[in-house]
T-cell receptor, first 116, second 115 residues
Framework: DAGVIQSPRHEVTEMGQEVTLRCKPI?????LFWYRQTMMRGLELLIY????????DSGMPEDRFSAKMPNASFSTLKIQPSEPRDSAVYFC??????????????FGQGTRLTVV | AQKVTQAQTEISVVEKEDVTLDCVYE???????LFWYKQPPSGELVFLIR??????QNEISGRYSWNFQKSTSSFNFTITASQVVDSAVYFC????????????FGQGTELSVKP
């Protein structure tokens, strides 16, 4: 398997523009996570899905952020409108739950977003 | 609530030294999992180890070893005979049962191994 695939790897956009980040999880994984990494806040969970259904979006900063998972092989994180403070590395991860056992999360390469 | 604390922000050692990275966690759940991830300068997050709360056996993998102690809520990571390639940020993380791979990360420890 190719692992978790994120696109784009780098994105530079102007303040006020819409930004869409994309993620393809590992086939067969039933959990998908979006994390954000900044110097100030470290790695923080934004939202996660189980079987394409959002379970916990309490980490989404504000209404400008939205995430969707229309099917088991694709998810998007959208920021509209973007602001300079949204500049960060955004990671997508996926994992498999085996009954009550958690497996490790596998991370994509991340998308480095710069909002100018 | 769950929390992970990595008190060491930065550590610098000379090659071949042993180094231990500390991790202390908090949770009220009786079933939980602990992880270590490595983030090299290239930026990706690489899984190193997973431990569940019922398995306190220490683990060794090559130059890496992990010490899990429930009594002190610690899950420390030791690199023996460090190498320059070990230079990275290391994250300790916690997940609780029935939440898939949802991780609560510590702030990370930046390890610099100098030749």
């Amino acid at each position: 398997d190719a692992g978790v695939i994120q696109s784009p790897r780098h994105e530079v956009t102007e303040m006020g523009q819409e930004v869409t980040l994309r993620c393809k999880p590992i086939s067969g994984h039933d959990y998908l996570f979006w994390y954000r990494q900044t110097m100030m806040r470290g790695l923080e969970l934004l939202i996660y899905f189980n079987n394409n259904v959002p379970i916990d979006d309490s980490g989404m900063p504000e209404d400008r952020f939205s995430a969707k998972m229309p099917n088991a092989s694709f998810s998007t994180l959208k920021i509209q409108p973007s602001e300079p403070r949204d500049s960060a590395v955004y990671f997508c991860a996926s994992s498999l739950a085996l009954g009550t056992l958690n497996t490790e999360a596998f991370f994509g390469q991340g998308t480095r977003l710069t909002v100018v | 609530a769950q929390k992970v604390t990595q008190a060491q922000t930065e550590i610098s050692v000379v090659e071949k030294e042993d180094v231990t990275l500390d991790c202390v966690y908090e949770t009220r759940d009786t079933t939980y999992y602990l992880f270590w991830y490595k983030q090299p300068p290239s930026g990706e997050l690489v899984f190193l180890i997973r431990r569940n709360s019922f398995d306190e056996q220490n683990e060794i993998s090559g130059r890496y070893s992990w010490n899990f102690q429930k009594s002190t809520s610690s899950f420390n990571f030791t690199i023996t005979a460090s190498q320059v390639v070990d230079s990275a940020v290391y994250f300790c993380a916690l997940s609780v049962n029935n939440q898939g791979g949802k991780l609560i990360f510590g702030q990370g420890t930046e390890l610099s191994v100098k030749p």
